[in-house]
């Protein structure tokens, strides 16, 4: 079974640039969350993809979008990058239904100069 | 509102001790909690997790949490600390969106020494 992948695992961008980040759900999951992690404290949600459609989103500016494919990978995109939006990015996969947890992936960390 | 507070930011217990670490939540529907560990440079891992039924849930490498709505509160604890316990972790409750968009507490680390 192949767990959740995330890359780059590492990016440095400059203040004002735009960035994507990529994820690949684990095998069977059709769900993918993105959570936002800054130095010291806990993951932020972001938002969450569902049959391809966002279902649900967390207190993010729109500059922060994200796109799920047929396959139910996903990608994370940032626009106009601020000092702020330097921490650990991390997705998430589940299935829907029952009581099935997420399963998250070793992130992506973002420093923004 | 949803939230987490974990009490302690720092916990440090000699190997072979109890573990205790603590967390409260506020929800205004019934909740289901999650407690996640976090070693370096790597994403989370879920511990154990509440939902329904039994108020004492045991998860993986020895933790268990007992969740005590009369406290709101869902603390872990492990009768006997390891070396490789130590590690950042994360008290969860379900947010209003929905069962897996978690809200998360500020994290414990916990150290552990010989």
């Known amino acids: 079974e192949t767990g959740v992948t995330q890359s780059p695992t590492h990016l440095i961008k400059t203040r004002g640039q735009q960035v994507t980040l990529r994820c690949s759900s684990q095998s069977g999951h059709n769900t993918v969350s993105w959570y936002q992690q800054a130095l010291g404290q806990g993951p932020q949600f972001i938002f969450q993809y569902y049959r391809e459609e966002e279902n649900g989103r967390g207190n993010f500016p729109p500059r922060f979008s994200g796109l799920q494919f047929p396959n139910y990978s996903s990608e994370l995109n940032v626009n106009a990058l601020e000092l702020d939006d330097s921490a650990l990015y991390l997705c998430?996969?589940?299935?829907?239904?029952?009581?099935?947890?997420?399963?998250f992936g070793n992130g992506t960390r973002l420093t923004v100069t | 509102a949803q939230s987490v507070t974990q009490l302690g930011s720092h916990v440090s217990v000699s190997e072979g001790a109890l573990v205790l670490l603590r967390c409260n939540y506020s929800s205004s529907v019934p909740p289901y909690l999650f407690w996640y560990v976090q070693y370096p440079n790597q994403g989370l891992q879920l511990l154990l997790k509440y939902t329904t039924g039994a108020t004492l849930v045991k998860g993986i490498n020895g933790f268990e949490a007992e969740f005590k709505k009369s406290e709101t509160s869902f603390h872990l604890t492990k009768p006997s600390a390891h070396m490789s316990d130590a590690a950042e972790y994360f008290c969860?409750?379900?947010?209003?969106?929905?069962?897996?968009?978690?809200?998360f507490g500020a994290g414990t680390r916990l150290a552990v020494h010989p």
């Open positions: 969860a409750v379900t947010g209003p969106r929905g069962y897996n968009k978690l809200i």
């Open positions: 998430a996969s589940t299935s829907t239904g029952g009581n099935s947890p997420l399963h």
